[in-house]
């Protein structure tokens, strides 16, 4: 098992930033998928961003060059750079994990982002 916890959500003016993280404790060394889902409101939940084991990486176009997801290791803690920030990009925001030889989905609390002026 792994716990998951979310934090860095706010509000943030368009054009703004915002890094979130994802800190995970238990079995983190089986964790072989670690990425980023959200949700607006009246909309399905959407990857954003993901990460596998080994470092490869993939992003939804409509972030394509503008988040970056990035996993320390050392610190087992899952990160999401988000830079030139949209109202469109206003949702929340989940950690999500799965791990080798376990096909439960692992999902962290979520946190709040409000691209807003």
């Known amino acids: 098992q792994v716990q998951l916890v979310e934090s860095g959500g706010g509000l943030v003016q368009p054009g703004g930033s915002l890094r979130l993280s994802c800190a995970a404790s238990?079995?983190?060394?089986?964790?072989?998928?670690w990425d980023w889902y959200r949700q607006a409101p009246g909309k399905q939940r959407e990857v954003v961003a993901l990460t596998i084991s080994g470092g490869s990486t993939n992003y939804a176009d409509s972030v394509k060059g503008r988040f970056t997801i990035s996993r320390d290791n050392a610190k087992n803690t899952l990160r999401l750079q988000m830079n030139s920030l949209k109202p469109e990009d206003t949702a929340v925001y989940y950690c999500h994990a799965r791990l080798s030889r376990d096909p439960r989905d692992y999902w962290g609390q979520g946190t709040q982002v409000t691209v807003s002026s």
């Open positions: 238990g079995s983190i060394s089986g964790i072989y998928l």
